[in-house]
T-cell receptor, first 110, second 110 residues
Framework: DSGVTQTPKHLITATGQRVTLRCSPR?????VYWYQQSLDQGLQFLIQ???????AKGNILERFSAQQFPDLHSELNLSSLELGDSALYFC?????????FGSGTRLTVV | TQLLEQSPQFLSIQEGENLTVYCNSS?????LQWYRQEPGEGPVLLVT?????EVKKLKRLTFQFGDARKDSSLHITAAQPGDTGLYLC??????????FGTGTLLAVQP
């Protein structure tokens, strides 16, 4: 157990739907990073939050949004889903240089 | 856009062999990290290097950061089946956001 918790582990949904992925960072970590991993794109940075504030944005689509709550857990909302959004979604938190990743949410859009 | 290219993409070797994985970029990074990822799990941090020319050893694994802080290598001595996995390098900058490399999939056959 890395200390970073992601739910759900698997999600299957239809095109056009909206889903919410949840992440709880390791105790004491203020930052949350979201990444998307697909076979053809590798691990792509989506967005970073630090203590409730958006800190950095990467290749995140306008259909996707995220937020970090006062208890530091974060949610990634994916809407108007397309087949190409099928991927593994990871969150990570850190203290210093290294990231600690959760086990990911595998999203399948059918 | 910062890119990290890893080579080789795939490597299949016999137990006991040595191997080297390379991570190259045209950008300078303030830190370079290596992760190993197993199927169905998030990447796990192996090492962080921060000084140009730095060499770190972790049992049979040797990590080197290039003098110009643009490249890195991972050398595994006497590979074992337990070393099998996806190896990812990642470059860090000012915001702690990590850019991940393209990945090297290693299979060690018993």
């Amino acid at each position: 157990d890395s200390g970073v918790t992601q739910t759900p582990k698997h999600l299957i949904t239809a095109t056009g739907q909206r889903v919410t992925l949840r992440c709880s960072p390791r105790s004491g970590d203020l930052s949350v990073y979201w990444y998307q991993q697909s076979l053809d794109q590798g691990l792509q940075f989506l967005i970073q939050y630090y203590n409730g504030e958006e800190r950095a944005k990467g290749n995140i689509l306008e259909r996707f949004s995220a937020q970090q709550f006062p208890d530091l857990h974060s949610e990634l909302n994916l809407s108007s889903l397309e087949l190409g959004d099928s991927a593994l979604y990871f969150c990570a938190s850190n203290r210093g240089h290294g990231y600690t990743f959760g086990s990911g949410t595998r999203l399948t859009v059918v | 856009t910062q890119l990290l290219e890893q080579s080789p993409q795939f490597l299949s070797i016999q137990e006991g062999e040595n191997l080297t994985v390379y991570c190259n970029s045209s950008s300078v990074f303030s830190s370079l990290q290596w992760y190993r990822q197993e199927p169905g799990e998030g990447p796990v941090l192996l090492v962080t290097v921060v000084t140009g020319g730095e060499v770190k050893k972790l049992k049979r694994l040797t990590f080197q950061f290039g003098d110009a802080r643009k490249d890195s290598s991972l050398h595994i001595t006497a590979a074992q089946p337990g070393d099998t996995g996806l190896y990812l390098c990642a470059g860090g900058g000012a915001t702690n956001k990590l850019i991940f490399g393209t990945g090297t999939l290693l299979a060690v056959q018993p």
